[in-house]
Every structure is written in C-alpha cells, then in structure tokens.
C-alpha cells in the first residue's frame, strides 16, 4: 500500500511537469503582449523594453520555462498582475472556497446518485425507474452553465429563495478561518447559525455543479446494480434466504460501488472545471472565478499556479479513489 | 409414504420482448422422503428453471407460474410470501450450484457470508458467535483442509473444490429436508468431481437428506440417485428407477441421451448425439415437443400427449408402448453396472 502510495506520488510530479508544459505553451502562444501587461496601461514604450528585459520575456520559451519551474521549486508561485499580490496568496485565499463548494457538490451527487441509481434498478422499468431516468438524462442535457443562470434567475431572483450569490450575506460573521472552508470553521467554531447560511449560499451553485455527476453516477450505479442483481452469488444468496434489504445494500451494493467510484474519480474532474463557470455565474470567491478573471486579463502567473493546484487536486482525489478500491475489492488489494 | 415435495401440473412461462416462452410445461414430479432423484436433460430444457421456480428463485417478471402446485411435506409454497419462502428455503431446502467460482460473492470473506447465511437460516434468532461455531463445524463435515484458515479466506484465494465445499456446507447448515443439486460437479475436473460426488453421497446419507441432482450426465446421476427423471423442451418425458432408464428406457429421447452416453470403450468423439434441434418454446407444437427429431413419429404424436404410467414406477409421455422401439445398443447399456 505505502509503496503504490509512493509510485503514485512519483507519477504524480511527472503528470504535473507534464501538464506545466502544455499549460506554458498554450499560455505564451496565445496573442497579447506579456511585457506590455505586465508594465500596465500607462507605461511608455521604453519601460515596456525594460520590463521585458527585467522580467525575461525576450528569452527563448524553454528558457522561459526552466526559469519558471526553478522559481516554482522555491515555492515563489509570481505575482498576479490583476489583484497585485502574490500568487500563493491569492491561491490560499481562494481554494478552500472551491474545495468546499466541490466537496459539497460531489457529496450531493454521491448521496443522491447511488441510492437513486440502486432504487431505478431495482424497480426497473416501474414508473419510478422512468422518473429517475428522466432526471439522469435531463443532467446530462442541460449545460452547467445555463443551469446556473436559469436557477438563479427563478429561484433566486424571482422567487427570492435562495441568495443571489456569494459566500454569505454582508451582515454574517465570518469565522476566524481554521480551513478557509466557511462552513467547517463555523462548526469548528461553534457558529452553527453561520454553517447553515454557508450552505444555503452553496445550494444553488453546488445543484448547477453537481447535476452532470449526479446523473452520471446515477446511469453507472443502475447499470452495475442491475448486472450484479442477477449474478450467481446473488441467487446463492436468496437460496440461503438472507432477506432483500441485505442482499441489495450490502451483498450487492458491495460489488456495484466499484465502477460507480470510477465515475465519481472522473467527475471530480469535470466539477473542478465547472467551477470556472459556476463560480462566475454566482459570483461566488473561488479559485474558478480567480482562473476566469486572470485568463481574461492573460494574468499569466496565475493561470499557472491555478492549472497545476487543479491538476494536483484530481490526481490526488484519483489515488484516494484507487485505495478505496483497494480497501473496498480483496482482489484488486492483493495485486498492489 | 406421503411425498416430500410434490409438484403438480407446474407451468411457468417467461414474457420476452419476442413473445411468451414457454419454458415449462405441465411438469409434475414428486419425491418421497430419502430418496434421490436424477433430473437430466440437455442444456437449456428447463431443469434449473424448474426446481429454482418450484421455490420462488426465478425473477418474475419476467417469469410467470401460469398453473399448478407445489407442496413441500403438504405445505403448499406457490403464492406464499417472499418472507414467507425465504424461510421455507433457508430451513427446509438447500441448493447448490453448477460453478462454485460464480456463486460466492467475490468481496466478502468466505466467514461472513456463512455466518450471514447460517443466521438467515434460523430467521435471525442466533448470534453471529453461534453462526460462526456453526459454520466452523461445517467447514470441518466437508473436509475442508483448515476450516479456521478458509473461514477468513476470500473466495479469490480458494480452488473450485473448495469452493464447492464451502458451498455444501453453506447449503447444509441449516440441516435441510431437501438438497437442490444444480450440476454441482460439471465445472470442477474430474478428479475433484469424484470427491465432491463421494461427499455429497456421505452427506446426504449422515444427513438423512432427500435430493434432487440435475445433470446432463447420466454416468454421474447413476452414481448417487435411485431414480431419474428426464426432460426434454420444459416437459417431463421419462420418470423411472435408474435401472430401468438404462436396461428399457421407452422414450426415444431418453434412447437417444443413452446412446450420447460417453462410453469407456469409446472414443469420445464417436458419440451418437441426436440430429436436429429444441422445438421453438415461443411457438411450442401442441402435441409431442420431440417430434420433429422423432424417428418414430406419427401421426397421433399431434395430439398433446401426457406422462403415463406403464409399468409400477415407470411412467412415459409417448404414443408408444414397450417393445414398439428398438433398444438401445447393449454396450451403452452396460455402463449402468461399470
Ligand atoms: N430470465 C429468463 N428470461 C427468458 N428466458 C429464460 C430466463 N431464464 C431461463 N430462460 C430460458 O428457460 C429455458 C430453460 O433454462 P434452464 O436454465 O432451466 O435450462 P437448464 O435445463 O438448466 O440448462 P443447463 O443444463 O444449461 O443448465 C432456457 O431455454 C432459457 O433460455
Ligand atoms: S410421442 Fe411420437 S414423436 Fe414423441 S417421442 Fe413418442 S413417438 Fe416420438
Ligand atoms: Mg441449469
């Protein structure tokens, strides 16, 4: 276990110098002048030359990107043109704001997914079955984006349920951060009054975010469950006459989780992206909406810094995913 | 003596998105307390559907019992509840399977899905400490090498006989009336075969068990059972001692699976198999379902015909009568008393 813990730490840097390089490259083709920007829309050309100089724009892209990871190394992230402060800084302030929005998305999706997809295949074909499709395809249909604006513009605009955006209302006490993730530090905190605010304000964008996986894990749990429903040790089962509850959630549920936490390690993924739209729509502090407004103003340091933090993130989320495999099927434990 | 189960006039069909199957028709078999029943037939006529279906084992939908009766020591079980079953088979039937790799449950110890079952077997009304000693002297009455070691095993860790034995004793826990054997040796090789066969026929004698053993292998139904039963397209043609089906068997089926018999003497790929194929079961012919591989059909086979009694414990569904069909050739025969 520690040693694929190890290999998987190994592969990890690799994937991530892996992901610098194409991140790099995609950022410095793209069309604006680096230098230009950097010295602000006032300056004249010559500090713009000067600037360039100081700061190594003229120099050949992998030069550049030696540099660049040489200064990584000594944990010096850059400093973001937009907000004027370090780009760790900024990343610690707006990270625990995704991470806690992304944990509360995937837990909607997962606490919802897998009993609907189990309650769908063991009803298959009743009407409940349909309902419950419905709802898988609806998620896949309908963009993330448009989601949130359609869920903001009814519920929260015009019926005023839900608040417009935002982390908490401008009047909320805002815990003395431990984690950065509102809601924890206000438990932490025993501000309960604050984790229920922090909540409500994550409903709304955590729906638009979560939907896609939700129906995702829904088709795959229903599909699994429906094909380990009529395997052998099933039918052994029910010949010993252990009873349905037993034989669904734990006999059966045991064996159909294992795709399932495939799909949720991809949709992890996909959610870390969405955040980029959702936290836009909704206003809301996180890293997506950091990434946004620093692509906007080719903010290039920032770009970096935010692309590597997620690509970290889901390989992490991956291996934790592999040892719950492991954990979960003896067979896949005795190979690593 | 009163039979311990009793099946009447059972037909059971499935509703497919082609059409209604019909898988089994008009079947009826009983077997009295101690006795040991061979149910053979090739692949795909109906004997797991049968004797699954007989205790509430076969999904529905898409299966459909559309007639008959089945009574377990006179308790009729066809409309009991699902609770109500899941006694009857943990208590009082036990089964196993054709492939011991499939039936356990790959992600559970071999420990806890014994102890899940032996307590399921008495409604819950033990511990699991209890189920565990159980279970512990149950890996021990099959000959399991080191009954403390396969109880913390995965299934992925033991071979296909042990399996099987771990199946056995699963089934055998709850010291059942009546033991469903489902092919239970077809995918082990032969040497394990033969000791899983010797078990079986240890067990059910210690355990006073009645059985019933599905197979198409008539060579192994001789070695436990005392009678056999043989189907053919979901019906029961042939019902007789086992000494009968070998020395004067009346169906020309059952003729037939004897002459596909392997023999010692012969080699294997000289054996004589019937020509032609299973009836359509979702446009069954209303008279004789192996009429159109009969060589000795006739126009009377047109007409439903039902399982008759012929001679004391011999019964038949044919238009014809001993001595109408030739015999089959003696050295066929003579494996019966190999
Ligand atoms: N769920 C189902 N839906 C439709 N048809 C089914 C279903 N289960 C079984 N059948 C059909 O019922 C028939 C009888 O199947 P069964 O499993 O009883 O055969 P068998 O005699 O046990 O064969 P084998 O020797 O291969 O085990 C088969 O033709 C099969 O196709
Ligand atoms: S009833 Fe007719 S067709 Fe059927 S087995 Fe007998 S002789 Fe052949
Ligand atoms: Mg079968």
Redesign the interface.
Known sequence: MLKLIAKRMGLMVVMLLGLAVITFTVANIAPGDPARLAAGPDANQEMVEQIRVERGFDRPLPVRFVLYIEQLLNGDFGTSVYTGRPVAKDIAQFLPATVELVLFSISIAILLGVPLGVIAAVRQNRPIDHAIRLLSVSGVALPMFWLGLMLQWYLALNLDLFPLGGRLGIFSDVPEPITGMISLDAVLRGQFAVVGEALWHMILPATALSLPALAAIIRVNRAEMLEVLG???V??????????W?IIAV?SL??AILPTLAMIGLRFGWMLGGTVLVEGVFDFPGLGLYAAKAAISSDFEPIMAVTLTLGAAFMLINLVIDLLYAV????VR?QI | MDPLLDIQNLSLVFDTFDGTYHAIDDVSLSLKPGEALGLVGETGCGKSVLTRAAFGLVPSPPARITQGSVKLDGMELLGLSDRALRQVRGRQVAMIFQDPMTYLNPVFKVGTQLVDAIRAQHGGAIDRKAAREIALDMLEKVHLPNPLRQFESYPHELSGGMRQRILIAMALAARPKLLIADEPTTALDVTIQAQILDLMAELVDDMNLSMIMISHDLGVVAQVCSRVAVMYAGKIVEDAPIRDIFDSPLHPYTQGLLGALPHPFRPADDLESIPGNLPDLLDPPPGCRFAGRCTYRRPECTVPISLENVEPGHSVACVLRPGEAATTDSATKDLNHA
């Open positions: 395997r052998d040790y039918t052994n089962a029910r010949a010993q006459g252990i009873g349905p037993r006999y045991k064996n979960l099927d003896p067979r005795n």
